[in-house]
């Protein structure tokens, strides 16, 4: 039995809209978590952050992160990323796929194509 897959991130994000597109070409059920409609939880993004570290959860190219002042970015903190990431979600890089113990953070066809294998 194949695991649910979860798909989390901002509808208007290319490179979301590209891992939709994919998933649904490839006929994954999937369910879309949009955190700025639906919220995200303190403990989901701790749980990114142990897995998959700091540095892959926190999108640093994200024109949130560059609207920081240098003393924010180069104090940035695991406790100052997370409250970020609660109040500004696209400081996370996109999109999050979720599927048992497998966690990927941004969209490459190929590497979703074998994640998702039932």
């Known amino acids: 039995m194949a695991k649910s897959v979860t798909l989390y991130g901002i509808p208007n994000c290319d490179t979301v809209k590209k891992a939709r597109n994919w998933l649904d070409g490839a006929k ?3 369910v879309f978590h949009d955190y700025r409609a639906d919220g995200l ?14 540095d892959v959860v926190l999108n640093r190219q994200s024109t949130t992160f560059k609207a920081l002042s240098d003393e924010e970015k180069a104090g940035m903190t695991r406790k100052k990323a997370v409250a970020l990431m ?9 999109p999050v796929l979720e599927q048992g113990a497998t966690l990927l953070f941004g969209f490459k066809p190929d590497i979703y194509a074998d994640a998702v294998k039932s």
């Open 28 to 30: 994954v059920a999937y």
């Open 41 to 54: 939880e303190r403990a989901k993004v701790e749980e990114w952050i142990d897995k998959a570290g700091l």
């Open 86 to 94: 609660l109040a500004q979600p696209t400081a996370i890089k996109r």
